[in-house]
């Protein structure tokens, strides 16, 4: 019994959609290079912003890739991997979001043009593999050393990577994050620790970028608890309790029977006596600042205020770490156990009104571990994006200094890369020397956005920057968007650091590499949601508008 042998065999439900071959290969990258269009215009210092509106009318407006990319409604799988480079990118190293995102698009876009030449997608696999390794092996060797005592490198690398967003121009960020990432860093074998949780961000609307603050100590959205308590101690020494002032409740169901008032009232004043001594407690250890975590009677809060103590109650955890970094004191469990040695010090504790809210300023520590950076902005859309500014420059400068490398920007090194990932492929030979070109292609990119957005000709452009590279002593010779010419970035001072780019190259290949390795999406589908992936576009929600 001879059977058909084309037989067609069924294995998938009903309503579910396969999509196989080059049409698998070529929907994955037609989405990438969209997701990677949606960023490409916010690179560098003349990049526009975007505005994201949600479901409910709240407004973003940023330039930030990573911040874009997680706010935008994007639905297919493809999609969802190239949000996945910028959360790494900008979990690892917290800036060059974007720059991960454009390179990934770009590997993608060439190797469409190499699939289109017959070249299998395991031998474009392979050639970026050893271009993206060979790659960061150039970015190391034109690499320049960095320490904590070049400071006003490290400024240039804070004002680098602000720069574009709206805290452009505004140098005294730079100088505020050098100053914070310096003071808490920490030398162990020659190489600079520096643990970010250790910089507060804390942002307030009003006043305008230049009016923000490094705080030597701890800045707590927190107010007074009392009125009666001073509003100002100086020379203050701080109790840090992470229990509550109060009497603790029975862990168990209690019943208490009282039979006549003077009962009641044994009650009530031995509740009183309780919260006394624990007062009483803080009193005798020295203590003229309160700082807990939990919360405080109303009556220990009478008692506090009367001795003059000023106290805040409710401190997040991760506050009362950091106050513990900065003034040296230890965190106490139980009142009764705190003495004079548990206790910080700070030159200062006041409470500040900043745009009509009350705030709890821990200043003048004595070489705090832990510092608070009070950034300002004239609406809350600015105050937002200067957030966003700040925690890029502090993770530039702190990927700086971990490696202890730079390089200089301005599309420069990517130029330089490429010129000399050129000079590798004709090395190596074979349909491989297609893929590793085809990867210094992608990595002009970067210049030639930049280029795009100064309103110059990105191909002349392209052209110039080639020739100078190629000649000797053009290392640094990149982009000035200002005067939209060819200039030194060195002699500019735009720094950017070596881990940035590395890391961008590690991202945006391993995704292109995955990417392009899939040559069948089978897509089920559920009776509430209908198809799981219309054709095309059609399943990466909230970019149909999208210019591709």
């Known amino acids: 019994m001879a059977q058909d042998q084309n037989q067609q065999v069924v294995f998938l439900p009903e309503g579910a959609r396969r999509t196989r071959g080059r049409d698998a290969q070529r929907i994955n990258i037609l989405i990438a290079k969209a997701v990677a269009n949606a960023v490409k215009s916010t690179l560098g210092p003349k990049g526009m912003d975007k505005m994201i ?14 911040t874009i990319l997680s706010e935008m409604s994007i639905d ?68 320049e050393d960095i320490s904590l005592s070049d400071k006003l490198l490290l400024k240039q690398i804070a004002m680098t990577s602000m720069t574009g967003k709206s805290a452009e121009g505004a140098e005294e960020l730079g100088e505020l994050i050098m100053k914070a990432i310096t003071q808490i860093a920490t030398e162990e074998n020659g190489k ?39 509003s100002k101690v100086e020379n203050a020494k701080i109790a840090l309790i992470d229990s509550a002032m109060e009497i603790k409740s029975p862990e168990t169901d209690t019943k208490v029977q009282i039979s006549d008032p003077d009962q009641l009232q044994a009650f009530l004043d031995q509740e009183e006596k309780i919260l006394r001594g624990m007062v009483q407690k803080v009193k005798d250890a020295g203590a003229t600042v309160v700082l807990c975590q939990k919360g405080i009677d109303d009556i220990a ?22 106050l513990a970094k900065a003034t040296n004191a230890r965190v106490v469990s139980r009142v009764n156990d705190l003495t004079s040695a548990d206790l910080g010090k700070a030159a200062i504790v006041q409470e500040k009104k900043i745009s009509g809210d009350d705030m709890v300023f821990v200043e003048g520590c004595k070489n705090p571990k832990s510092v608070s950076l009070l950034v300002r902005g004239g609406t809350e859309h600015v105050v937002d994006e200067a957030e966003r500014a700040v925690h890029d420059a502090i993770g530039a400068v702190s990927a700086a200094l971990n490696v202890g ?54 191909i002349d452009t392209l052209v110039a920057l ?8 053009g290392i640094t010779i990149g982009i000035n968007v200002y005067s939209a010419k060819l200039d030194d970035a060195k002699k500019n001072k735009i720094i950017e650091p070596l881990k940035v780019k590395t890391q961008a190259i590690t991202s945006a290949s391993e995704v292109a590499e995955m990417l392009l390795r899939i040559d069948d999406i089978i897509a089920g589908t559920g009776k509430s949601r209908g198809p799981a992936m219309p054709p095309g576009m059609g399943g990466m929600g909230g970019m149909g508008g999208m210019d591709m």
């Open 301 to 322: 809060q009478h008692y506090l205020a009367k001795e003059g103590i000023l106290a805040v109650r409710r401190v997040k955890k991760s506050d009362m770490d950091a």
């Open 53 to 66: 509106v949600d479901d409910l009318g709240d407004v973003i407006i940023s330039n930030d890739g990573a």
């Open 466 to 473: 080639r020739s100078k590279h190629s000649a000797k002593g």
């Open 192 to 230: 600079a620790v520096i643990e970010l949780d250790n910089i507060k961000i804390e942002k307030k609307v009003g006043g305008s970028i230049k009016d923000s603050a490094l705080i030597q100590g701890i800045v707590l959205d927190k107010e007074v608890v009392h009125s009666g308590m001073p």
């Open 76 to 143: 297919h799988p493809a999609g969802k991997m190239m949000v996945e480079v910028a959360k790494t990118q900008d979990d690892e190293v917290g800036d060059g979001t974007t720059t991960a995102v454009v390179i990934a698009g770009s590997l993608l876009e060439k190797a469409e043009k190499l699939l289109d030449d017959e070249i299998h997608p395991s031998i474009i696999v392979k050639g970026y593999r050893q271009a993206a390794a060979k790659a960061k092996e150039i970015y190391a060797d034109i690499a």
């Open 405 to 458: 490398k730079i390089l200089y920007g301005g599309g420069s090194c990517e130029a330089e890369v490429a010129f000399k990932l050129r000079d590798y492929a004709k090395t190596i030979g074979g349909r491989e020397q297609l893929a590793i070109e085809a990867f210094a292609e992608a990595l002009e990119v970067i210049p030639r956005t930049l280029a795009e957005t100064a309103g110059m000709d990105p």
